[in-house]
């Protein structure tokens, strides 16, 4: 019974995270650094708790919806806080207030897509709420080296992304052995460890691979509409059709 509950525990760890995450960008502890590094860790869970629900063969409808109730909070209300409160906060309410309940609304409906769609294995359909998040959570620690204007566009190209139907490479597939969970609560606390003795720079650096992985899908995306690219692709499925009818 105890076996069947471990992939939760790591998603409940999840959503305390998030929740954590967002107490700290509260004025009286003001610490943006820290709470974008809840986030990370926080992707961290969300990506072990599958696998080990696997690994274990625990996977469960419960499981799904409380991981789904928590991606909410941690990747999409908590970066979005983060992002506001370091950013938004002195800009025209109206505007800034929308695009901040944009996020998470867009986060939210991608989520409800993905429990009710079946995606193709290889890939996701839209840039997954923790990704999305991550680069959120992660980019709002550039607020004095990058323009309130870049900050708006960029929290509104994220929510736009979640709800396409871009295509992103889907790496959750990757499985942990059964015999090898013991390494899983190691990583764990190697990582939180490394999170609280350099919040700033570790989340600086994990900025990096997950916005590449955002901008991987955008590109794609501009590539499938780019006229010399759509000849090139029907040049080449002309070919194929041309092997196999000879």
């Known amino acids: 019974m105890f076996t069947k509950s471990i992939p939760s525990l790591f998603t409940v760890a999840n959503l305390f995270l998030g929740i954590i995450a967002i107490i700290l960008v509260f004025p009286e502890n003001a610490r943006y650094d820290l709470a974008a590094m809840m986030v990370i860790i926080a992707m961290l869970m969300d990506g072990v708790d599958g696998r080990v629900a696997r690994a274990l ?21 908590a970066p979005a806080f983060i ?22 609304i867009c986060g939210a409906l991608r989520l409800a897509r993905f429990n009710v769609i079946s995606g193709a294995t290889g890939y996701f359909i839209g840039l997954p709420i923790p990704a999305a998040g991550g680069v959120l959570a992660t980019l709002a620690l550039f607020h004095k080296e990058i ?15 979640m709800v396409s139907t871009v295509k992103y490479p889907n790496f959750k597939k990757v499985g942990i ?7 899983v609560p190691l990583v764990v606390i190697v990582s939180v460890v490394l999170a609280l003795l350099f919040p ?12 590449l992985y955002a901008l991987y899908g955008l590109k794609k995306n501009v590539d499938r509409r ?15 059709h041309s092997e196999n009818s000879a």
Do not use: C
């Open 200 to 211: 700033q720079h570790l989340s600086k650096i994990i900025f990096v691979p997950l916005v």
């Open 177 to 183: 052995p059964r015999n090898a969970i013991w390494v």
């Open 57 to 77: 063969n625990a996977q469960s409808e419960f499981g799904k919806e409380l991981d789904s109730l928590s991606d909410v909070i941690s990747f999409g209300v």
């Open 147 to 161: 323009p309130i204007s870049i900050l708006l566009a960029s929290t509104l190209v994220l929510s736009f992304l």
């Open 226 to 240: 780019l006229p010399w690219r759509n000849r090139k692709r029907r040049k080449e499925d002309d070919n194929v």
């Open 83 to 104: 992002m506001y409160s370091v950013a938004f906060q002195e800009l025209n309410a109206a505007p800034s207030w929308i695009i901040t309940a944009l996020f998470p």
